[in-house]
């Protein structure tokens, strides 16, 4: 049930983005929910898991918006198997965790992103990009304690799968 909910969320997340923050974007930048998600869950559940949430749910975000399909699920898979192995290293009661986990997670995706698309032939300026994850990584920040909160009840408080 639990990850019903969380494709509902990633889902409603991508919905939100590309519509109501597409008009509340500062300075080019909107968050980026399924990124949020995928380091969280990674984090709370482990690399195998969190890559493969990161996979399905990247590959969501492509089918509802992505011109290529493939490369958010690419991205979103290595970035929450990366966010997973970490995760043993982690005090998760800290508030610090996940605002630096997500700016970290935000710029290695923009990274990421470039990669992929130079190796398919897409014409992405890793400046413009790396720029424009600026202001996408503040968005992010300022969501990620109210989304790690829901995690941290969502899968230590409830530990029964």
């Known amino acids: 049930m639990r990850y019903v909910i969380l494709f509902f969320a990633a889902f409603l997340g991508i919905v939100l983005r590309d519509t109501v ?7 080019g930048g909107k968050p980026d929910f399924v990124l949020i998600m995928v380091v969280f869950f990674a984090i ?3 690399s195998v898991q969190g890559g493969l949430m990161g996979a399905a749910l990247g590959m969501l975000e492509d089918l509802m918006t992505g011109r290529f399909i493939g490369i958010n699920a690419l991205c979103k898979g290595l970035l929450g198997y990366l966010a997973g ?3 043993r290293n982690l005090y998760k009661n800290n508030f610090f965790v ?3 986990a997500v700016l970290g997670a935000t710029f290695l995706n ?3 992103y470039y990669l992929f698309s130079v190796l398919i032939g897409s014409n992405v300026g890793l400046e413009k990009l790396l720029l424009s994850s600026i202001p996408d990584a503040v968005y992010n920040m300022c969501f990620s304690p109210v989304f790690y909160a829901i995690f941290y009840n969502f899968f230590l408080m409830n530990s029964d799968d």
């Open 21 to 27: 923050f597409n008009s509340l974007s500062v300075a």
């Open 44 to 46: 709370f559940r482990g």
């Open 85 to 87: 192995v970490s995760e």
């Open 98 to 100: 996940p605002i630096v």
């Open 110 to 112: 923009a990274l990421l």
